[in-house]
């Protein structure tokens, strides 16, 4: 699977599928839901922003900007620190540095300051928890990541619809000030989240047995080795084409509504349609993604739902009235769902569990770029046009090229791997078998024994949580 990183599962330990893994679950969909609904959730204290400091609403809007760019942006970074610190005292400085730059935010007195307080030191914070609760859950589950990934990804709506009305509340009882402060002390639970992120150790006996073999590799802080993998390769460019698209319907929905000319509290009820739809969307498609014929097939089932919401922002252009609006918003809460549920089970079956940490630090910095690029430009398109029909159909085409890029990509361009064994007994088998064909039927003889005294030494077991002193709270 590729070169061994500082911060890397040990191999040969078997994900335990459950126990500990609930709660590393649990504090995954915390984690994502704090991730993508407080860059979206901070935008109810926008007028209260405006009216004090005399800005407009595209100065206020660079802070949700910020965010998402941090968040996205500091991948490489947070890679290189989960690889030389390990998961959980990564996590811990995030959770902190989130709620400060908040609780800071409170006391500013200028927008510039509330960029660098609430735009970078939360985005950073949120970053540092985002990135390693995916690499632990990568960890934890094998046989049920599909469904681990569905149901932590169903933490990004679930939050979504908690902390918009929670902050229109906090802004009408305390005003932006007091609401920044509050919402900052509740960003202290990405603190007990990273705490519950244990390390896996293997047992004793094999960690003994293993010690000085992983003296010998020398440990990378960023691998870049995964641009040889044809197939990392040709997800991150889909990735990249998918997010100038994919954000850009939700951003524009209500507005369209607007000027349809219906009142702000119905425009506003179709993103609470399309986040409830897509609470159960997500856990749904992993369960689906799990299933023993679609598992090994995953990647076609997310250029499935590409093509499937590139489809609907394509029949969403042609919607006249409020009915049509709904209907967009159901089909594509359900495939905006799927995509939720699966881009990062998919990255996890390219490259494998050593190569993650690293394949996701670099995946989230292309789609950095995209992220910043797609709203802004679609803006744009529609200042120019004065239709959003155009905004949702660039959209549409932009989400169908790359499921097109990544199911061709995939289909002509990456030859099926042979399956690596997942375990040292299997590697051990593995090692021998190849060996014994150019020795001597006496030489396979004695191999063959101390094989067997190898397997005998070492059974199979499931990682076992420990606690680590370099680790511990």
Avoid at 79 to 94: A, K, T, Y
Avoid at 229 to 253: K, N, R, T
Avoid at 432 to 452: G, H, M
Wanted: proline fraction near 5%; hydrophobic fraction near 50%.
């Amino acid at each position: 699977m590729g070169a061994v990183v500082a911060d890397d599962g040990p191999s040969g330990v078997k994900a335990p599928d459950g126990g500990w893994g609930w709660a590393v679950l649990f504090g995954c969909f915390i984690i994502t839901g704090f991730s993508y609904a407080f860059p979206k959730a901070v935008s109810v204290f926008f007028k209260e922003l405006i009216r004090e400091f005399g800005i407009g609403y595209s100065d206020t809007a660079w802070i949700s900007s910020i965010l998402l760019a941090m968040l996205y942006g500091t991948g490489p970074l947070c890679s290189v620190c989960v690889n030389r610190f390990g998961c959980r005292p990564v996590m811990l400085v995030g959770g902190l540095f989130a709620s400060m730059g908040m609780v800071i935010a409170s006391f500013c007195t200028s927008i510039v300051q509330i960029y660098l307080t609430a735009g970078v030191i939360t985005g950073l914070g949120l970053a540092l928890n985002f990135q390693p609760s995916l690499i632990m859950l990568n960890r934890y589950f094998d046989k049920r990541r599909p469904l681990a990934n569905g149901l932590s990804a169903a933490g990004s709506p679930v939050f979504l619809c908690a902390l918009s009305p929670l902050g229109q509340i906090l802004q009408h009882e305390y005003g932006w000030r007091g609401g920044f402060l509050i919402l900052g002390g509740m960003l202290l639970n990405c603190c007990v989240c990273g705490a519950l992120m244990r390390p896996l150790e293997p047992p004793k006996k094999a960690e003994a047995t293993k010690e000085p073999a992983e003296k010998k590799v020398k440990k990378k802080l960023l691998d870049f080795s995964v641009f040889k993998d044809g197939g990392f390769v040709i997800y991150a460019l889909a990735a990249s084409i998918m997010v100038l698209g994919l954000f850009v319907p939700p951003v524009f929905v209500v507005s369209y509504a607007k000027d349809l000319g219906y009142q702000d509290t119905k425009a506003a009820f179709l993103l609470t349609i399309l986040g409830f739809i897509d609470i159960f969307a997500r856990p749904i498609c992993g369960m689906v993604a799990g299933l023993k014929w679609v598992r090994p097939r995953c990647v076609y089932l997310f250029s499935f739902a590409m093509i499937f919401n590139g489809f609907t922002d394509l029949m969403g252009s042609m919607s006249v009235d409020y009915g049509g609006l709904v209907v967009f918003c159901i089909f594509f809460g359900i495939s905006y769902g799927m995509v939720g549920a699966l881009q990062f089970e998919v990255l996890m079956a390219i490259v494998g569990t050593q190569k993650f940490s690293s394949a996701i630090g670099l995946v989230l910095l292309a789609e950095a770029m995209a992220v910043l690029i797609g709203p802004p430009s679609a803006g744009k398109l529609l200042d120019a046009t004065e239709r959003y029909m155009f905004v949702f159909i660039i959209a549409g085409i932009e989400v169908t090229t790359s499921a097109l890029v990544l199911a061709l990509g995939n289909f002509f361009c990456i030859k099926k791997k042979s399956e690596e064994p997942h375990t040292k007994e299997e590697a051990a088998e593995r090692e021998e078998l190849n060996k014994s064909e150019n020795k001597t039927p006496e030489d396979a003889k004695v191999d063959s024994i101390e094989v067997e005294q190898f397997l005998k030494d070492e059974p199979e077991k499931n990682g076992e949580v420990v606690t680590n002193p370099e680790t511990c709270v």
